[in-house]
């Protein structure tokens, strides 16, 4: 019985010494101008949230950097950037199989592109970035805030996929 109780206590010690682990996210509802609901619990990650509780809901990233970059997947990709002079989020980048839209649009979804346009209308605008890329841009304000919602896509026509989204403020 004593060599039960010193093992648990042991393995409890061990266990209470570890390091966090980090925790990953592999799917969510991009919600645009506003942020992420990841997880199969839907915690929230939203634009302009302090990095503490960003740190608060979603654990330890996977990787993070000096410049405010916290990486939370290792298969997929969910990035959220803390601009480190406000220490605010300010982007957040998603992609990956299991993150939605909440009106049911899902990311390498043949014909991604095509809903979007019918969801967004006029709104949904066709820019070229800097490097080239062309991206569809829906713009909004949230508590009268200007946000951004980048949508990268495989293409053009009707069968073109959501490949990236990016929320930002701006």
Do not use: H, W
Not at 15 to 22: I, S, Y
Not at 32 to 47: E, F, H, M, Y
Not at 121 to 139: H, I, M, N, P, Q
């Amino acid at each position: 019985m004593r060599r039960l109780l010193l093992i648990a206590v042991t393995v409890a010690a061990l266990v209470a010494a570890a390091p966090a682990l980090a925790k990953t996210y592999d799917e969510g509802t991009i919600l645009p101008g506003r942020g992420a609901a990841v997880g199969p619990t839907t915690i929230p990650v939203l634009i302009g949230m302090k990095k503490a509780k960003v740190l608060a809901v979603l654990g330890k990233p996977v990787y993070q950097n000096a410049f405010g970059y916290l990486q939370y997947s290792k298969k997929n990709l969910l990035d959220v950037y803390v601009n480190t002079s406000g220490n605010r989020v300010d982007l957040i980048g998603v992609s990956g199989r299991r993150f939605c839209l909440p009106f049911g649009i899902c990311m390498l979804q043949a014909g991604g592109l095509k809903a979007l346009k019918q969801k967004y209308g006029s709104a949904l605008k066709r820019e070229v970035d800097e490097t080239g890329e062309v991206g569809y841009v829906f713009r909004n304000r949230v508590d009268g805030q200007k946000r951004k919602t980048r949508f990268t896509t495989d293409g053009t026509n009707g069968t073109a996929k959501i490949i990236m989204v990016f929320v930002s403020t701006g």
